[in-house]
């Protein structure tokens, strides 16, 4: 059992930047596809990031491509989500989520991952 806890949200103009947290417990997070998903109102949870240390694979959706960074400290069993160049568009709810490997790869979907944190809302106002 994975416990994962997220922090770093908050408001921001448009341009700003955040770093969300991922802090995992009860498991090595290295063993896991770790994703960063966003929820707004009336919206299903999407993949933003995902990333599997292991191998070092990664992927970005389009939208957050060349502005959203995943990194890793290994350390303190956390993983970061570097925001820059934020616009209105990206305000939600933030979740960090682990999920079992495919293979050489990891889902983008919501469905292939079993371990969620509590989420963290980002408000990006313009």
């Known amino acids: 059992q994975v416990q994962l806890v997220e922090s770093g949200g908050g408001s921001v103009q448009a341009g700003g930047s955040l770093r969300l947290s991922c802090a995992a417990a009860?498991?090595?997070?290295?063993?896991?596809?770790m994703g960063w998903f966003r929820q707004a109102p009336g919206e299903e949870r999407s993949g933003l990031a995902v990333?599997?240390?292991?191998?070092?694979?990664?992927y970005y959706t389009d939208s957050v491509k060349g502005r959203f960074t995943v990194s890793q400290e290994h350390a303190k069993n956390t993983v970061f989500l570097q925001m820059n160049s934020l616009k209105p568009e990206d305000s939600g709810m933030y979740y960090c989520?682990?999920?079992?490997?495919?293979?050489?790869?990891?889902?983008?979907?919501?469905?292939?991952?079993?371990?969620w944190g509590q989420g963290t809302q980002v408000t990006v106002s313009s």
């Open positions: 990333s599997y240390i292991r191998s070092g694979f990664t």
């Open positions: 989520a682990a999920g079992s490997i495919l293979s050489t790869t990891c889902g983008a979907e919501a469905g292939y991952y079993n371990y």
């Open positions: 009860g498991g090595f997070y290295s063993r896991y596809c």
